[in-house]
C-alpha cells in the first residue's frame, strides 16, 4: 500500500519512507529497517526522516527500540476505492469540471 496522493509530492526518499511505513501499518519501523527497505543513504534518510517530523507526518516512539510509524492521516483507506493517475492536463480540466 502506498501513502495518500496528496503526500506524494514530496522528494523521493520521503515518499518512499511513507510508503514503507505505511506497507508496515501499525507495526513500525526501526532506522535500521527502513534503511534496508529504502535504497538511499543514511544522511538522506536521516534528512527525510527529519523532514517528515517536523511536517508531523511520521510518528517516533521511543521503547525497547525506537520505533517510526506514520500518521494516520498519511495511511490511505483500505476500504476506499484507489484514484486513477490523471491523465495530464485532460484529466486536471474533467477533475475540476466534475465529469
Do not use: C, F, W
Not at 508531523?56 to 484514484?83: F, K, Q, Y
Amino acid at each position: 500500500m502506498a501513502a495518500k496522493p496528496e503526500y506524494r509530492d514530496r522528494p523521493d526518499v520521503e515518499v518512499a519512507l511513507l510508503d514503507a511505513l505505511v506497507d508496515r501499518g501499525d507495526d513500525g519501523m526501526t532506522v535500521l529497517e527502513l534503511r534496508a527497505a529504502v535504497d538511499a543513504d543514511i544522511d538522506a534518510i536521516e534528512e527525510a526522516l527529519s523532514a517528515l517530523k517536523a511536517d508531523s507526518l511520521i510518528t517516533v516512539e521511543n521503547g525497547d527500540h525506537v520505533r517510526v510509524h506514520p500518521h494516520d492521516r498519511v495511511v490511505p483507506d483500505p476500504d476506499a476505492p484507489e484514484e486513477e493517475p490523471q491523465d495530464g492536463l485532460v484529466g486536471v480540466i474533467r477533475d475540476r469540471l466534475g465529469l
